[in-house]
């Protein structure tokens, strides 16, 4: 058997987790152990807004999620062009050391 097939892992999509969460914002805060992203949802007009899902990363993983997210980015660029980047500025703050994506 080559090293490819035995280091192949075998993932499960449940039919729930296939539709997905929407979010139009995420929230990332971080502590000496960990990488916290909130995924949120908000709505135009609506004042508040609800976490539709918190990832709980360690340092390394967060730093493998960036290089995959740029590769990816990358890729997406090379086929459709540059991404354009709205407006970033959030009405609020939530202490704490946080970045906005």
């Given amino acids: 058997m080559s090293d490819l097939k035995q280091n192949q892992i075998n993932i499960e999509l449940s039919e729930e987790m296939a539709e997905g969460i929407y979010s139009n914002l995420a929230i990332i805060t971080h502590s000496n152990a960990e990488f916290i992203i909130d995924f949120v949802k908000m709505m135009p007009g609506v004042p508040k807004a609800k976490v539709k899902s918190r990832i709980i990363l360690t340092p390394q993983h967060a730093k493998r999620l960036m290089g995959a997210l740029r590769e990816n980015i990358g890729k997406f660029e090379a086929i459709h062009?540059?991404?354009?980047?709205?407006?970033?500025?959030?009405?609020?703050?939530?202490?704490?050391?946080?970045?906005?994506a």
Avoid: R
Avoid at 88 to 95: D, E, I, T
């Fill in 81 to 100: 062009g540059t991404i354009k980047e709205g407006d970033q500025n959030m009405p609020f703050s939530l202490g704490g050391p946080t970045a906005q």
